[in-house]
């Protein structure tokens, strides 16, 4: 999906309970993944996720993949990262690798579970340890709060969350350690519980940035309206091809100016 890759941030995925027999299991693709600000709802117990993204071709009327997309391709169309997601069968998500167009892992996030809720993140790059996330919640189990701290300890910066009654979370407000004024993200919801947009709001409360999300009748995002600082606008279109799940296994992506495919397996549990 398109994406200013500078504003990828820590969003979470929250799931719910019933019985065990009559449960109706979903996996989110969204905190810690390349999915953080505009989640998916994949329908069953995903085990890992695979995506890649590539150029693409005209072939007998049609659009086929060509070239994978490169990193370098990325810099100059903000697109987000190819990515291996692994979720155990509570449909947390255990670890998500960034890779490239060679598979190379740029990056991972690996979790720490305690009652069934993510409670911590490390976050490592080239195989190096570079920083971890405490996840806080309220007496609801709601999320309150996050902390991100270098791998030497020092708090780097902190979010206040807050959250509806749901566990959507309504707005977040980043302040660094140097207690500089404070950012902000203020997050929208539609009845589905599904996220229609953010704003992000600078230091000095000017809103630099928003994006506005519309979903197809099978609960995946057909267009992204893109506003930057100056109100000037831009449209993506996604069109898809689903497997017996009902999760999209193919997406075309189309901005105006470039066609890209995105291709996942999904490996579920049996």
Not at 57 to 70: C, F, K
Not at 119 to 138: E, G, R
Not at 151 to 156: A, F, G, V
Not at 195 to 209: D, L, V
């Amino acid at each position: 999906m398109k994406t200013p890759i500078s504003l990828v941030f820590i969003l979470f995925l929250l799931a719910g309970c019933a019985s065990e027999k009559n449960k109706v299991y979903t996996t989110e693709i969204g905190m810690y993944t390349p999915y953080a600000l505009f989640p998916e709802h994949l329908n069953g117990r995903v085990k890992k996720l695979v995506e890649k993204t590539y150029k693409t071709r005209e072939l007998n009327g049609g659009i086929v993949a060509d070239a994978p997309l490169t990193l370098s391709d990325r810099d100059s169309i903000e697109w987000t990262l190819d990515f291996i997601a692994t979720f155990n069968k509570d449909g947390l998500l255990i670890q998500c690798d960034e890779i490239d167009e060679n598979n190379k892992v740029l990056s991972s996030n690996k979790t720490t579970f305690r009652n069934r809720k993510i409670v911590k993140v490390d976050y490592f790059k080239n195989d190096s340890f570079v920083n971890y996330q405490k996840i806080y919640f309220n007496p609801e189990g709601r999320i309150e709060k996050f902390e991100v701290f270098s791998s030497n300890d020092s708090l780097l910066y902190f979010v206040d969350v807050k959250s509806d009654e749901t566990g959507n979370m309504l707005s977040l407000v980043i302040t660094n350690s140097q207690s500089q004024s404070p950012t902000r993200y203020d997050l929208t919801y539609n009845n589905n519980n599904q996220r229609t947009g953010y704003k992000y709001f600078n230091s000095e409360g000017e809103k630099t940035f928003e994006q506005q999300f519309f979903y197809n009748d099978h609960g995946f995002m057909e267009r992204q309206l893109i506003i930057n600082k100056s109100g000037e606008e831009s449209v993506s279109l996604y069109s898809f091809t689903y497997d017996e799940n009902k999760n999209w296994i193919e997406c075309i992506g189309d901005d105006g100016e470039a066609k890209l495919l995105t291709k996942r397996e999904i490996e579920y549990f049996e």
